[in-house]
């Protein structure tokens, strides 16, 4: 992992960046202080009391190292939008699970992140920090190290890290946009289906915003962002209000025109693990949603800047 010394950390020890900035444990700085360039400057190897300027490179030595030969890679076709030694987020395509289960041991996003970094010296291990359906298609967070994993994660409970889907409706929404808050649980009958409840034991708050992008007679477009991270909470929450997601076999009906759910996680904001700064990114719809809208919508309706922008990834 590599870390640019900023001007207002000048004077700082590297132990005051390892423990005050970055925020690694005191187990982690004493497992790297012994590996051998565990900790360089500027290319030298340092000890933890060096004093740093600001431009120094700080390069620190915090691979995994334990057994990773859990997950396989295997060469499959994943876009990745962003990328650097903190974390990676891919495009997922949709019928591409998030990472292995029964049925699904080798064709997961996990597969083809360890087949991208399988040489790069330390065994793959798969740190996701939001995860989709494997229906869903969109932009995923996997963390590369510990460090990035728990800062991400951290930022995750803190509803640092917003997310907005892009979904196809079935029915017109009442309002151009509002609120949904519920309570949900799973069903009695199933342990992956959810349904909307009171507030009882067991139960989890659910808190999505929406905003309508397109609609006609039978059928809506929405920018849906989960402020909460429930199972399924857009799936269940649209169809709560009687406009299921096209496609959707659970909570809706099967949809002629595509083949899944038509939902995709299109943009994603998060602090940089490792600098702060706020990370911005998008990935526009996969060829099946756009393929659906034109098949419910005219091409005068499809053409104006939000869809340029939100749906297509122009602009």
């Given at each position: 992992?590599?870390?640019?010394?900023?001007?207002?950390?000048?004077?700082?020890?590297?132990?005051?960046?390892?423990?005050?900035?970055?925020?690694?444990?005191?187990?982690?700085?004493r497992h790297i202080k012994f590996l051998e360039n565990g900790i360089l400057l500027n290319s030298e190897r340092v000890t933890v009391r060096r004093v740093v300027s600001a431009g120094d490179v700080l390069e620190l030595k915090v691979e995994d190292f334990g057994d990773g030969s859990a997950i396989e890679g295997v060469d499959l076709p994943l876009s990745v939008v962003y990328e650097d030694d903190y974390l990676v987020v891919p495009d997922k395509p949709p019928y591409m699970p998030t990472h292995p289960s029964h049925g699904h041991h080798d064709d997961t996003v996990a597969n083809a992140l360890a087949f991208r970094y399988r040489d790069s010296g330390a065994p793959y291990v798969f740190r996701p920090i939001n995860r989709l359906d494997r229906n869903t298609s969109g932009l995923l967070i996997i963390a590369r190290n510990r460090i990035a994993a728990g800062r991400l994660s951290r930022s995750m409970l803190e509803r640092k890290i917003s997310k907005s889907y892009v979904a196809v409706l079935d029915g017109r929404l009442e309002d151009r946009e509002g609120t949904i808050e519920t309570y949900m649980r799973r069903t009695a009958e199933s342990i992956i289906v959810r349904e909307v409840c009171g507030a009882e034991e067991g139960a989890d708050y659910a808190l999505t915003r929406y905003k309508v992008l397109l609609a006609s007679d039978r059928n809506t477009v929405v920018l849906a962002e989960p402020i909460t991270g429930r199972t399924?909470?857009?799936?269940?929450?649209?169809?709560?209000?009687?406009?299921?997601?096209?496609g959707d076999n659970i909570y809706g009906r099967v949809s002629e025109h595509i083949g899944r759910h038509a939902l995709h996680a299109s943009n994603i904001s998060f602090p940089h693990p490792g600098t702060g700064d706020i990370v911005e990114l998008s990935a526009p719809l996969h060829d099946d949603m756009a393929l659906l809208l034109r098949e419910l919508f005219s091409q005068e309706e499809l053409e104006n800047e939000v869809f340029e922008k939100i749906l297509w990834g122009k602009g």
């Amino acid at each position: 992992m590599i870390f640019i010394v900023r001007p207002e950390h000048e004077g700082m020890t590297v132990l005051q960046i390892l423990r005050q900035v970055l925020g690694l444990s005191g187990g982690m700085v004493r497992h790297i202080k012994f590996l051998e360039n565990g900790i360089l400057l500027n290319s030298e190897r340092v000890t933890v009391r060096r004093v740093v300027s600001a431009g120094d490179v700080l390069e620190l030595k915090v691979e995994d190292f334990g057994d990773g030969s859990a997950i396989e890679g295997v060469d499959l076709p994943l876009s990745v939008v962003y990328e650097d030694d903190y974390l990676v987020v891919p495009d997922k395509p949709p019928y591409m699970p998030t990472h292995p289960s029964h049925g699904h041991h080798d064709d997961t996003v996990a597969n083809a992140l360890a087949f991208r970094y399988r040489d790069s010296g330390a065994p793959y291990v798969f740190r996701p920090i939001n995860r989709l359906d494997r229906n869903t298609s969109g932009l995923l967070i996997i963390a590369r190290n510990r460090i990035a994993a728990g800062r991400l994660s951290r930022s995750m409970l803190e509803r640092k890290i917003s997310k907005s889907y892009v979904a196809v409706l079935d029915g017109r929404l009442e309002d151009r946009e509002g609120t949904i808050e519920t309570y949900m649980r799973r069903t009695a009958e199933s342990i992956i289906v959810r349904e909307v409840c009171g507030a009882e034991e067991g139960a989890d708050y659910a808190l999505t915003r929406y905003k309508v992008l397109l609609a006609s007679d039978r059928n809506t477009v929405v920018l849906a962002e989960p402020i909460t991270g429930r199972t399924h909470q857009l799936r269940v929450h649209f169809a709560s209000l009687g406009c299921p997601i096209v496609g959707d076999n659970i909570y809706g009906r099967v949809s002629e025109h595509i083949g899944r759910h038509a939902l995709h996680a299109s943009n994603i904001s998060f602090p940089h693990p490792g600098t702060g700064d706020i990370v911005e990114l998008s990935a526009p719809l996969h060829d099946d949603m756009a393929l659906l809208l034109r098949e419910l919508f005219s091409q005068e309706e499809l053409e104006n800047e939000v869809f340029e922008k939100i749906l297509w990834g122009k602009g």
